[in-house]
């Protein structure tokens, strides 16, 4: 079975420094993706980055950078630069390639941006 | 990009009511569309895959005659919490997937007094 685990309850980083949130994921299938997303505490959740398992480089989108270690089967997510409004709670997923392509997802991180 | 609307994004009826939740794709077809629930501070769990055209999958441990979904079109599915009880309280959303990662919709926070 897929899982995603998230260590990290709640973390705090201080304005304009970086931030790794970490994920680790568990499966036996050899492909498979690996997405982070946003949710703020009005509930919606938004699609930060991607990395699919045959991706030969670590995914990057503006301020987001996935640290993707396959051997390690860990997926960090990078926030450069951080801004109060990157303070939300941040979810890891895994979705495993065929069939419905249901996402798996962890327990979150609940990020805080300190001015 | 892809914009999946959920609504209504807030419900609160008295318990023994049913409640129908829609879930849109805007601007792509999803063939395929997913149910979560999320009790707060906790994650997202998947309740059901609906399948245009065809009954849903639910997940192990979801009832299927309390959470009916229909998934009439392409654009559309919809999600009723039958005979809703207070326990039945959660904040639910869907997703959809189109062409690239499944993209959401802004939820609804279901209050059963």
């Known amino acids: 079975a897929q899982k995603i685990t998230q260590t990290q309850p709640g973390m705090f980083v201080q304005e304009k420094e970086a931030v790794t949130l970490d994920c680790t994921y568990d499966?036996?299938?050899?492909?498979?993706?690996l997405f982070w997303y946003k949710q703020p505490s009005s509930g919606e959740m938004i699609f930060l980055i991607y990395?699919?398992?045959?991706?030969?480089q670590n995914a990057t989108e503006g301020r987001y950078s996935l640290n993707f270690q396959k051997a390690r089967k860990s997926a960090n997510l990078v926030i450069s630069a951080s801004q109060l409004g990157d303070s939300a709670m941040y979810f890891c997923?895994?979705?495993?390639?065929?069939?419905?392509?249901?996402?798996?997802f962890g327990k979150g991180t609940k990020l805080t941006v300190n001015p | 990009g892809a914009v999946v609307s959920q609504h209504p994004s807030r419900v609160i009826c008295k318990s023994g009511t049913s409640v129908k939740i829609e879930c849109r794709s805007l601007?792509?077809?999803?063939?395929?569309m997913f149910w979560y629930r999320q009790f707060p501070k906790q994650s997202l769990m998947l309740m059901a895959t609906?399948?245009?055209?065809?009954?849903?999958?639910?997940e192990q441990g979801v009832e299927k005659d309390k959470f009916l979904i229909n998934h009439a079109s392409l654009t559309l599915s919809t999600l009723t919490v039958t005979s809703a009880h207070p326990e039945d309280s959660s904040f639910y959303i869907c997703?959809?997937?189109?062409?690239?990662?499944?993209?959401f919709g802004d939820g609804t926070r279901l209050s059963i007094l």
């Open positions: 997703s959809a997937r189109g062409v690239g990662p499944q993209h």
């Open positions: 499966t036996s299938d050899p492909s498979y993706g």
């Open positions: 990395q699919g398992s045959y991706d030969q």
């Open positions: 997923a895994m979705k495993v390639q065929g069939g419905s392509e249901k996402l798996v």
């Open positions: 601007d792509f077809q999803a063939t395929t």
């Open positions: 609906s399948n245009e055209g065809s009954k849903a999958t639910y």
